[in-house]
């Protein structure tokens, strides 16, 4: 009964191609986000949403589509994918879109990406 | 443009020792911190935070210390076990933001 379930887990493809990460979380949150963690390690957010609407674009390029069926999954669409997309990608939820007190994240165990 | 700064990339430690794992952060909007742990290949799980209006939280072996004049807090884990080996993220955020702006991580390894 994991909270935050993200699929694939590992995920290799050829530069161009068109691929899509999965993620659902079951813990009744508002809010869910994408993060990266880049080359030099730091976690970078991407996308956040609450209740379905977009609330935050970090200008990620428009390769990169989030998509948000209902408030428990935010998928993660990338078209072209470049050497330079590789990289783990997080989503994670958070009770509201406030991260104040009681409001931390809960991340799912990530996906690695890797552009060949 | 960083505002979240983890300067030490690992630090090692013996079992039973104190570890303390460092932060400093730059906007003086941030009201609240975070420190996540992180094993391979699993995403960060949320510790310990701590409200800009305190100084201190402690919860068990953990205790967070924040120096808002400073724009510096710190994790001190007391006594380090081997299964606290890990990375470890600082994060910051608030009741202003929609997300949270992370550091680049510290690797803690407690030697047995």
């Known amino acids: 009964d994991t909270a935050v379930s993200q699929t694939p887990k590992y995920l290799v493809t050829q530069m161009g191609n068109d691929k899509s990460i999965k993620c659902e979380q079951n813990?009744?949150?508002?809010?869910m986000y994408w993060y990266k963690q880049d080359s030099k390690k730091f976690l970078k957010i991407m996308f956040s949403?609450?209740?379905?609407?977009?609330?935050i674009n970090e200008t990620v390029p428009n390769r990169f589509s989030p998509k948000s069926p209902d408030k428990a999954h935010l998928n993660l669409h990338i078209n072209s994918l470049e050497l330079g997309d590789s990289a783990v990608y997080f989503c994670?939820?958070?009770?509201?879109?406030?991260?104040?007190?009681?409001?931390?994240?809960?991340f799912g165990q990530g996906t690695r990406l890797t552009v060949v | 443009d960083q505002q979240v700064k983890q300067n030490s990339p690992s630090l090692s430690v013996q079992e039973g020792r104190i570890s303390i794992l460092n932060c400093d952060y730059t906007?003086?909007?941030?009201?609240?911190f975070l420190w996540y742990k992180k094993y391979p290949a699993e995403g960060p799980t949320f510790l310990i935070s701590?409200?800009?209006?305190?100084d201190k939280n402690e919860d068990g072996r953990f205790t967070v210390f924040l120096n808002k004049s400073a724009k510096h807090l710190s994790l001190h884990i007391v006594p380090s076990q081997p299964g606290d080996s890990a990375v470890y993220f600082c994060?910051?955020?608030?009741?202003?933001?929609?997300?949270?702006?992370f550091g680049q991580g510290t690797i803690l390894t407690v030697h047995p």
């Open positions: 813990l009744g949150h508002d809010t």
């Open positions: 701590i409200s800009s209006i305190k």
């Open positions: 949403y609450n209740n379905k609407e977009l609330i």
């Open positions: 906007n003086s909007m941030f009201d609240y």
């Open positions: 994060a910051a955020g608030g009741t202003s933001y929609g997300k949270l702006t």
């Open positions: 994670a939820s958070s009770q509201d879109q406030h991260t104040g007190g009681g409001s931390e994240a809960f």
